[in-house]
């Protein structure tokens, strides 16, 4: 391995922890595991919404690590097979949070989506959102 891929590597950890501790104050959160943990359950709920090429687009502009995180599990499917309802969206994420005090429902999901529009190309977001449920897109603010 040559010390330019070190360096990529070393450069997708700092750009991993950026996010997290960009995500950590969006949310206003003293745990950044927590933080991450959030994002995390957040892009999983997104990506099982959408289609097998509109994961790929999204997960071209993640960095390295958060991308290994989003593709964490994934199973690709033809088509989502996943609930269209905001509520249930929201049920999905908190069922994975629901040990976390800090957690807030709702207003930590719509934080996780402000990064996502921070840090993503107003573009790819718009991509996304268009790909979602309209209940589902209602909760993702526009870019």
Not at 39 to 56: G, S, W
Not at 79 to 97: C, D, M, P, Q
């Amino acid at each position: 391995m040559s010390s330019q891929d070190l360096k990529m590597i070393d450069h997708s950890v700092q750009l991993t922890h950026e996010w997290i501790n960009d995500m950590a104050g969006r949310l206003g959160w003293v745990s950044k595991r927590s933080a991450l943990r959030l994002l995390r359950v957040t892009l999983h709920a997104v990506r099982d919404h959408l289609q097998v090429a509109e994961v790929a687009h999204l997960s071209a502009q993640l960095p390295l690590m958060i991308r290994g995180i989003y593709f964490e599990g994934w199973s690709p499917k033809p088509t989502s097979n996943k609930g269209r309802h905001a509520y249930e969206f929201i049920a999905e994420v908190s069922g994975h949070l629901d040990d976390t005090e800090e957690f807030r429902g709702r207003a930590d999901i719509i934080c996780v989506f402000e990064l996502l529009n921070a840090r993503i190309s107003a573009g790819e977001i718009e991509d996304v959102r268009a790909n979602l449920p309209s209940e589902i897109r209602a909760l993702w603010p526009a870019p």
